[in-house]
């Protein structure tokens, strides 16, 4: 009777070779002269040099894509989850006024195929370049019997700085100050189970159909849209102080991630009126899902908050910037978030 070696138990080496090979070049786009280590390396070393900075603090958050990936696979197209990764944890250490330093990924799957792992390394580093953050390293993990075949998981750490005296935490907001918010391009990384439950089992669509509520789109490519990162944006923002608190809205929509940071005695208004990306209209109408809970799952076309006692100055800014910026509400007395509702 022969022996058995790895590559019968389900895992293949020689791909996971090919997968490295193929996603250095790209990888190796982001490095920068703090990066003193190279790719392959058993912990990825990065220069702590902090010009300007007084009291340099570092900032860190992980997270992961969601169930995005099942869309990704039933359209078969890879090429934009490693950017919604990115993207994603960029703006949750921006909130607190963080510029990202490095970024280290986690991919895991049932079978590796060195192609899709690629597309989602290449994702990683275009993102990465395009936030000025260097990609330090990652860790591919080929699990069969733990994820399914076809199955991926893709998860990440972003590490930031921020002077001291810069930290944002939502502890300066105040009543009266204004809420002025950044559109969003789609669902971005959350209100994905949801939203396949309604469109492909309810519904029955497929990530190939169109429907008229979207226009051109397919329903994939609706779904698919790249997580907008807020960096550029909200630099300039941050360099004239004028931020109290911003928010990254994510899964529990604007009830969920503003009330973070909000000091004790500060509620909200929220007044709706800004673009809401097609995509939500059409989850919303063939689910029969309650405004509320639209609320409560979805980012509804605003990606990025951001609370200021100079709100028309902000908006001025970001118009001057190209954005699309809009009024979103006020800050108010109390600890509740509340919605101006049609029609009042």
């Not at 990065?46 to 860190?60: E, H, N, R, W």
């Not at 490693?82 to 895991?108: E, K, M, S, T």
């Not at 002077?163 to 105040?174: C, F, L, R, S």
Request: a negative charge.
């Amino acid at each position: 009777m022969s022996g058995i070696d790895y590559r019968d138990s389900g895992v293949n080496i020689d791909e996971g070779l090919r997968a490295v090979e193929l996603m250095k070049k790209e990888v190796k786009k982001t490095f920068n002269e703090n990066v003193l280590s190279e790719l392959g390396h058993f912990g990825g070393l990065f220069k702590a040099d902090f010009p300007g900075m007084t009291q340099p603090v570092l900032v860190a958050s992980m997270d992961g894509v969601g169930t995005k990936l099942k869309v990704a696979a039933l359209k078969n197209d890879y090429t934009t989850v490693g950017r919604d990764l990115v993207n994603h944890c960029v703006n949750d250490i921006l909130v607190q006024g963080a510029h990202p330093l490095f970024f280290l990924d986690y991919i895991a799957c049932g079978k590796l195929d060195a192609s899709v792992a690629a597309d989602i390394v290449t994702g990683l580093a275009t993102a990465c370049f395009e936030n000025g953050c260097a990609l330090l390293g990652g860790e591919t993990a080929e699990m069969p019997g733990f994820y399914n075949t076809g199955d991926y998981d893709v998860a990440g750490t972003i590490v930031g700085s921020v002077d001291k005296g810069m930290i944002i935490d939502g502890t300066a907001v105040a009543p009266g100050h204004g809420i002025v918010g950044l559109p969003s391009s789609g669902l971005h990384t959350n209100g994905y189970s949801l939203a396949r439950a309604v469109l492909f089992e309810k519904a029955a669509l497929t990530v190939h159909d169109h429907h008229s509520i979207l226009g051109d789109d397919t329903v994939g490519e609706a779904l698919l849209k790249v997580h907008r990162s807020y960096l550029k944006q909200v630099k300039p923002l941050l360099e004239q102080g004028l931020a109290t608190g911003m928010a990254h809205i994510t899964g529990g929509g604007i009830p969920g991630n503003l009330i973070r940071i909000l000091p004790d005695g500060c509620g909200a208004f929220i007044t709706p009126g800004w673009p809401v990306p097609p995509v939500f209209k059409l989850i919303k109408e063939l689910g029969g899902i309650a405004e509320v809970e639209m609320r409560r799952a979805f980012n509804l076309g605003a990606g990025f908050l951001i609370v200021t006692p100079e709100p028309e100055k902000v908006i001025e800014l970001l118009r001057q910037a190209g954005e699309k910026p809009f009024h979103a509400g006020v800050i108010t007395q109390g600890s509740s978030i509340e919605y101006e509702e049609e029609g009042a």
